[in-house]
């Protein structure tokens, strides 16, 4: 448990501070003033900015908030996959396996930064809020697509991927499955079957918002 509790600090201590680091290195705010500067007027925005950097430490309160909630679901997820296949692990251990499989999306993060500050130098907020690493969506481009296509798209990427194969990995050490094929299963049964649902209900929400 002691385990769990340094995992989960280091983990939302280096969300936070990479999330910080991103808006601060690619000017977001910045980003947002130009793309109301059409819509509005330059009080209404300097009232706009002033408003997100009242309640911007929310943001910042939110994510350990949100790491807690999704890692404690796909847990208890995998829990219940490991019980249709007759493999019984203590839900603090799948707790421990989400908790250091969760650490490859904060290369994510640092990828997007990067990319931006030294490759894509010339974007705007749509580029930034559509841009997944490595994903489906930055072969096709969001241009022209539909808004519900969207988070399919970035969901197929390689971070998810590797997500997918550290899970079946750490799974297998702990059933001792040499070869990781029940690993594998119980991940695809579980959490992909919930990655699925997950998916096709934002798809469903955006279709109905579009």
């Known amino acids: 448990m002691k385990n769990n509790f340094s995992l989960i600090f280091i983990l939302i201590t280096a969300t936070i501070l990479f999330s910080f680091i991103t808006k601060a290195t690619l ?17 209404q925005i300097f009232l706009i900015l002033n408003y997100k950097k009242k309640w911007e430490w ?62 894509q130098t010339d974007y705007n907020l749509e580029d930034l809020q559509y841009f997944y690493p490595l994903s489906a969506l930055n072969i096709i481009g969001y241009e022209g697509l539909q808004p519900w296509f969207i988070y399919p798209f970035q969901v197929l990427n390689l971070f998810e991927l590797a997500y997918w194969l550290i899970l079946t990995y ?35 929400f955006s279709l109905n918002m579009s």
């Open 58 to 119: 929310l943001s910042y309160a939110f994510i350990p908030l949100f790491l807690l909630i999704k890692t404690s679901i796909i847990a208890a997820i995998l829990d219940v996959g490991c019980f249709f296949f007759g493999k019984e692990i203590k839900y603090k251990k799948l707790f421990n396996i989400v908790l250091k499989a969760e650490f490859v999306f904060l290369l994510v993060i640092v990828y997007k930064t990067a990319w931006f500050y030294l490759f």
């Open 27 to 43: 000017n977001t705010d910045k980003l947002i003033l130009n793309s109301l500067a059409d819509q509005f007027t330059q009080e």
């Open 170 to 204: 750490l799974l297998g050490k702990e059933i001792n499955d040499t070869e990781s094929t029940r690993g594998l299963q119980i991940v695809a049964s579980s959490y992909g079957v919930g990655l699925l649902i997950w998916v096709v209900s934002v798809m469903f």
